[in-house]
């Protein structure tokens, strides 16, 4: 389905039962109206998703936001996940989610898969997280999360955890999202094949977050190449 119809808008918990030999393959590309997420849960809306275990498999797409619990989250919780899947997708790919928008929660869960985006935006928890959106979530928290997968981008934003965080000055005086990130680290590689990328880093492609609160996070070596 297209990223605007059929979302799935419910609560999801796997209870702890293990997906094997997942496949996934989305060939549509994106078209001048619509994108088509790809995952175990394409688009979420609303959506809680817990205790879901990826053992094995494949998750690929040729279009945007593609992770293997779930490609597109918006305004969403994800919880208590685990993927050794391979992750591939054109942009905005993530070990768990491509792109949690909106994002309230993303916790305990870790990536054990490796994560490829043929264009920007790869990480090995998610592409993008956070919202650009005026009256998104202020308070957006990644907690008690790791990547042990290699991350790697053809073009720029690549991240051990996250390819890019949004954020947004909502105001005048300065009102921004506060990003929270604890108790995370990541020990996989992280890559890119363009020599002009500068935003590859061990664990955010990109620090920009104004207000934001970041603690006992760490990686192992540098992580990079």
């Known amino acids: 389905a297209d990223l605007y119809s059929k979302p799935f808008c419910g609560t999801f918990n796997g209870k702890g039962h293990k997906i094997e030999h997942l496949y996934v393959e989305n060939t549509q590309a994106r078209n001048v109206y619509y994108y088509y997420p790809a995952g175990l849960f394409g ?24 992770g293997a619990v779930c490609g597109y989250s918006y305004s969403g ?37 490796d994560v490829t985006s043929e264009s920007a935006y790869a990480g090995g928890i998610t592409g993008i997280f956070g919202s650009p959106e005026r009256g998104a979530a202020k308070d957006s928290r990644i907690v008690n999360c790791y990547n042990v ?48 990328a500068v935003h590859v880093a061990a664990i955010a492609g990109l620090g920009s977050w104004k207000t934001r609160h970041v603690n006992a996070i760490y990686y192992v070596d540098d992580g990079l190449k």
């Open 77 to 113: 919780k994800i919880f208590n996940c685990l993927n050794k899947a391979s992750v591939k997708g054109s942009e905005i790919v993530g070990g768990i989610v491509g792109y949690m928008n909106k994002a309230i929660l993303l916790a305990n869960c870790g990536n054990e898969g």
């Open 43 to 66: 688009y979420c809306l609303n959506g809680v998703l817990s205790n879901i275990t990826i053992e094995s498999g494949s998750v690929s797409s040729v279009c945007a936001y593609t």
């Open 149 to 196: 997968g290699n991350i790697c981008a053809a073009g720029d934003f690549a991240g051990g955890l996250i390819g890019k965080p949004n954020d947004l000055n909502l105001n005048p005086n300065g009102d921004y999202h506060q990003l929270t990130m604890l108790n995370c680290y990541h020990a996989g590689t992280v890559s890119s094949r363009d020599s002009t």
